[in-house]
């Protein structure tokens, strides 16, 4: 059977899916996937897979993408990043037979993805981009897709489509943010350049971005003329979003945690982190909950800190105080599933005098570096993390003691180092010199010096046998059968 192409790939194996479930690291995980797909999702991806890892770990392989077939479980479209294109294609042959098509990931703008050099850090390398599309889709028996996110210049962006789709790509998904757009400078989606996209090209796209509620998943496709939404957060915090629902959190929570018991095995780090995303404005109440969810290491565990909070949010609604969560700034009360928005950087108040533009530096520079004095006030979440856990923990860099450096590497030396060097240049130069450095309990030249011991005693014992079994004496005769021997003699003479 012929591969099938753009539109036909989506009207024929992906059955013309508009709500579509995206892909997230340790998020979109089977359980996750069937739990969204009974309340509307009608396509979903795997989490984002590395392709040198799958292609070298057959373990990797089979936690993360072969143990988790589910006829339940399709279309499904596997995503990995990668930035060889002999290595994607390798990756891409071995899952090809369990997904509906390969995905490259061109859009994840987190520091790993940076130092991994993939995701959006390679949108400026169309070269490389070109080369690992068309080869992929000439050697897949499955379509290829990509997922990106748009420059700040709509003509480029276009652009960048345009190129992909002539090398191969059968569907586009664009994420409407550019790359510097995360965190706490995420910012609104840009629905503009994903229509300047739709317009452009004549394969399927995906729109990604600005989707909390189906009313903007309606509104989004009406605006963009896409083919699909697609949706992440708005999904992890609300399941039954592509059925226009607002269940209560524990309903949600519960159907999950069943879902993971029917289909194990599942990482309890991922159900943690599911838990955690459905109860979060719960959490932000019921602290002592939060920290037992935290550190709870079993399924029933969870189940049980799950539980705790639903009997308190009943309470809470038999006492009548769904009323008052009206002054939270929530829409709907604290334990139904909805959208959390991050609160974004006080905008600009532009006045006629200096201070607008003040404030917008204020607003986009990051965060200023610690003070010397690293009061609890400067210093970063992680640096107070370890203060709290160490209060008389220093982060002054004038303050922190000096180490003699190591004069091979720069690393700080053992004090007692016999050759003046870190343990790891100290161990090589021990081993080649056969030495002992008992600093760093280095013992080469006693070790050395013991087997030589050994061995010498070793030929010593069998030096002494052989000599007793050379010069061992003549067994003793009987007088009589001496005589015998005697008379024998004579008689031959």
Same mark, same amino acid.
């Given at each position: 059977?012929?591969?099938?192409?753009?539109?036909?790939?989506?009207?024929?194996?992906?059955?013309?899916?508009?709500?579509?479930?995206?892909?997230?690291? @340790?998020?979109? /995980? *089977?359980?996750w996937r069937l739990l969204s797909r009974r309340h509307g999702a009608q396509l979903c991806y795997t989490p984002m897979l590395h392709a040198q890892v799958f292609v070298r770990d057959a373990n990797y392989r089979r936690e993360n993408l072969y143990n988790e077939v589910c006829e339940e479980d399709r279309p499904l479209i596997t995503q990995f990043c990668a930035n060889d294109p002999e290595v994607f294609v390798q990756a891409a042959l071995l899952a090809q037979d369990y997904c509906d098509a390969i995905d490259l990931n061109l859009g994840c703008p987190q520091m790993i993805a940076k130092r991994g050099?993939?995701?959006?850090?390679?949108? @400026?390398?169309? /070269? *490389?981009?070109?080369?690992?599309i068309r080869l992929a889709n000439?050697?897949?028996?499955?379509?290829?897709?990509c997922k990106i996110r748009v420059f700040k210049e709509m003509e480029k962006t276009v652009r960048y489509a345009q190129m992909l789709e002539k090398a191969g790509?059968?569907?586009?998904?664009?994420?409407?943010?550019?790359?510097?757009?995360?965190?706490?400078?995420t910012g609104?989606?840009?629905?503009e350049h994903i229509k300047?996209?739709?317009?452009?090209?004549?394969?399927?796209?995906?729109?990604?971005?600005?989707?909390?509620?189906?009313?903007?998943?309606?509104?989004c496709i009406q605006e963009t003329g896409v083919q699909g939404v697609m949706s992440a957060e708005g999904n992890l915090h609300n399941p039954a979003l592509f059925e226009g629902r607002s269940p209560p959190v524990w309903e949600m929570a519960e159907e999950y945690l069943e879902v993971v018991k029917q289909h194990p095995p599942c990482t309890l780090s991922y159900v943690r982190a599911h838990l955690f995303k459905l109860w979060h404005h719960t959490l932000q109440i019921h602290q002592d909950l939060r920290e037992d969810l935290a550190k709870v290491k079993t399924l029933a565990g969870l189940a049980e800190v799950s539980k705790q909070l639903r009997l308190r949010c009943q309470e809470e609604i038999a006492k009548g105080k769904d009323v008052e969560e009206k002054e939270s700034g929530l829409p709907f009360p604290h334990w139904i599933c909805q959208p959390y928005v991050r609160p974004a950087p006080k905008e600009p108040v532009a006045n006629g005098n200096s201070q607008g533009s003040e404030v917008k530096k204020t607003v986009c520079q990051k965060r200023a570096l610690e003070d010397s004095d690293g009061t609890a006030d400067t210093l970063s979440k992680n640096k107070q993390k370890k203060r709290s856990r160490n209060p008389n923990k220093n982060f002054c860099p004038e303050q922190k003691p000096k180490y003699i450096k190591c004069e091979q590497c720069g690393n700080p030396?053992?004090?007692?180092?016999?050759?003046?060097?870190?343990?790891?240049?100290?161990?090589?130069?021990?081993?080649?010199?056969?030495?002992?450095?008992?600093?760093?309990?280095?013992?080469f030249k006693t070790k050395a010096e013991k087997q030589k011991a050994e061995q010498d005693e070793k030929k010593e014992d069998s030096a002494t046998e052989t000599t007793k079994s050379t010069s061992s004496?003549?067994?003793?005769?009987?007088?009589?059968?001496?005589l015998q021997e005697q008379s024998k003699t004579q008689l031959l003479r």
């Open positions: 059977m012929a591969k099938l192409k753009g539109f036909e790939f989506w009207s024929s194996t992906l059955k013309k899916a508009s709500f579509v479930v995206a892909p997230m690291v @340790d998020q979109s /995980e *089977l359980a050099h993939y995701g959006v850090f390679l949108q @400026d390398e169309w /070269e *490389l981009l070109e080369k690992m000439e050697k897949l028996s499955v379509p290829i897709t790509c059968q569907l586009l998904t664009v994420h409407g943010r550019t790359k510097d757009q995360k965190g706490a400078m609104i989606a840009s629905w300047a996209v739709r317009k452009a090209v004549n394969i399927p796209v995906f729109a990604n971005g600005n989707i909390q509620h189906l009313s903007d998943v309606e509104r030396k053992g004090n007692k180092c016999v050759f003046n060097l870190c343990r790891g240049c100290c161990k090589k130069k021990a081993y080649k010199e056969v030495a002992d450095c008992p600093s760093h309990g280095l013992r004496p003549q067994p003793h005769l009987d007088p009589r059968t001496e």
